[in-house]
């Protein structure tokens, strides 16, 4: 069973820079679409960026779509999202998701099949 493990949160200061990693076990994350997400305290989960898994589509959200860049390394079997210009209401638990040959990508968490635990942003001075 395909396990993702988010790494790469912490502690910035606005206008700073974090990029955040979510890499596969004993699966190659080559035909899966891959989705990161993100969810603040009493808000709803919000679609950030998205690539298919051929990388030929990838979607961003209104809210980060001139700061934040989803890139895969398929040697590294992991999917990052670079996000710069980190604003305080970027604080959240970022978790990325997967789809086995989603052909366009989507933010509809249902229809994601597996999530990993989450790792935790928080942007303040």
């Known amino acids: 069973q395909l396990q993702l493990v988010e790494s790469g949160g912490g502690l910035v200061q606005p206008g700073g820079s974090l990029r955040l990693s979510c890499a596969a076990s004993r699966f190659t994350l080559g035909g899966y679409t891959i989705g990161w997400f993100r969810q603040a305290p009493g808000k709803e989960r919000e679609g950030l960026s998205c690539?298919?898994?051929?990388?030929?589509?990838?979607r961003s959200g209104d809210s980060v779509k001139s700061r934040f860049t989803i890139s895969r390394d398929s040697a590294k079997n992991t999917v990052y999202l670079q996000m710069n210009s980190l604003k305080p209401e970027d604080t959240a638990v970022y978790y990325c998701?997967?789809?086995?040959?989603?052909?366009?990508?989507?933010?509809?968490?249902?229809?994601?099949?597996?999530w990993g635990q989450g790792t935790q942003v928080t942007v303040s001075s």
């Open positions: 998701a997967a789809r086995f040959k989603l052909p366009l990508c989507t933010f509809s968490s249902g229809a994601f099949t597996t």
């Open positions: 690539i298919n898994y051929n990388g030929d589509h990838t």
